[in-house]
């Protein structure tokens, strides 16, 4: 097979960040964080492998953002409070020094929160409409989500304000490039762009522009934060950890509300996630989410992510217009994978068995690098 694989291998700069490639490591959340929040010295090894494996970034996994209602899982690292931020400090100054940026994602549990130390056993959404599906046990959870109460305005102002304050303080003290917003799979932001998720009447319900206030006003919030410099993306997604077969009901003129209002309010990235990105967004043809978002946030820069572990697969959403491509699985298989690409070196496959019974960071993870 003679792939010309340099397209993933030509730097690229979002914004002032000036990465090595075009390989990025997606967000995955790996519950090894101390009880308290902290991240741990085996977060920091496990991060540093992605480094070392010659990703131009990673994003971590999602953080949650307040002493509140946002925590999702136990043993979930936060950047809800100074101290959790500074535990952040050395995992980012570590892959610094090996030439890879990071970015941390932010994430609001909402109905699907299924731990949280500081409000246990009670959860907040847009409305209090039972979620759907059951809880992962693989994150320590068992059976239905509890129904969640609807969230006040005073509540939902106090979220905003959140989001911006772990940005601060995932910036200033954490030592991240960048930051992204969990706007996606199912959690609190994504509840609120979800029509049967969202049965509010106010500010924060209604028709699609309305339901995607929640998220442009956690835009703002974060970008006003951390400064125009910074980078600040959102990840966005049709599916949902606990309905995976979702669709945007608007369909094609829907995604270009969604793109072209996440671009207005002020991000530089949309992440798109999709469980086969190359696959037609809507139906059985047509072009994939990319594509669309090429075309209706022309400007910003497009991370791709879902199924792309093969490189011909990444290579063809750079051809629907992708800046940058993440990896889930594939990374955690071969944390090595862009060295492995530049070397021409077989990749392995997923191996299920990593991220069980609980999906927390193995020793022969570790070991295996
Ligand atoms: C163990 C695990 C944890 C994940 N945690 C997160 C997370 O914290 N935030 C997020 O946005 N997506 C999360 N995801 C989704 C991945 O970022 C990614 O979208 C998904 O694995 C599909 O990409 P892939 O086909 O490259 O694996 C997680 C996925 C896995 C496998």
Do not use: C
Not at 3 to 16: G, I
């Amino acid at each position: 097979m003679n792939l010309d694989t340099s397209p993933l291998q030509t730097p690229f700069d979002l914004k002032q960040l000036s990465l090595r490639n075009r390989l990025a490591v997606a967000p995955m959340t790996r519950v090894t964080a101390t009880p308290d929040g902290l991240p741990t010295a085996t977060m920091q090894r496990y991060y540093q492998r992605f480094a070392q494996g010659g990703f131009g970034l990673v994003i971590t996994e999602g953080s949650f953002i307040d002493e509140a209602w946002s925590q999702t899982y136990e043993n979930q690292p936060g950047m809800a409070s100074d101290d959790q931020a500074q535990a952040w400090r050395p995992l980012t100054a570590q892959l610094q020094a090996s030439g890879t940026r990071s970015i941390a994602q932010l994430q609001h549990a909402g109905a699907l929160s299924q731990f949280n130390r500081y409000r246990p056993g009670q959860t907040i959404a847009p409305s209090a409409v039972p979620p759907r599906g059951l809880q992962m046990p693989f994150y320590r959870g068992e059976g239905a989500y509890p129904i969640p109460r609807a969230i006040t305005q005073e509540e939902m102002a106090d979220v905003v304000a959140h989001f911006g304050s772990a940005a601060a303080r995932a910036v200033g003290l954490a030592g991240f490039d960048g930051v992204e917003i969990h706007g996606a799979n199912g959690y609190l932001l994504d509840q609120f762009l979800t029509a049967h998720t969202n049965l509010r009447t106010d500010r924060w319900g209604g028709a699609l522009p309305q339901r995607l206030e929640a998220a442009v006003a956690t835009i703002q919030a974060v970008r006003a934060a951390v400064g125009a410099d910074v980078p600040v993306g959102i990840r966005v997604s049709q599916g949902k950890v606990n309905d995976f077969g979702h669709k945007w009901a608007e369909g094609e003129q829907g995604a270009e509300t969604i793109f072209g209002t996440l671009a207005d309010a002020g991000v530089d990235y949309i992440h798109l996630t999709e469980f086969e990105a190359w696959q037609p967004a809507f139906g059985a043809e047509g072009p994939s989410l990319v594509q669309l978002a090429r075309r209706f946030a022309p400007g910003l820069t497009i991370i791709a992510n879902g199924g792309l572990h093969d490189a011909d697969r990444a290579l063809q959403l750079l051809a629907h217009g992708a800046d940058l491509i993440a990896l889930g699985r594939g990374a955690l298989s071969n944390p090595d994978w862009p060295r492995k690409l530049e070397q021409g070196l077989p990749m392995k496959a997923f191996d299920r068995s990593i991220l069980g019974p609980i999906a927390d960071i193995k020793a022969s993870e570790l070991a295996a690098a």
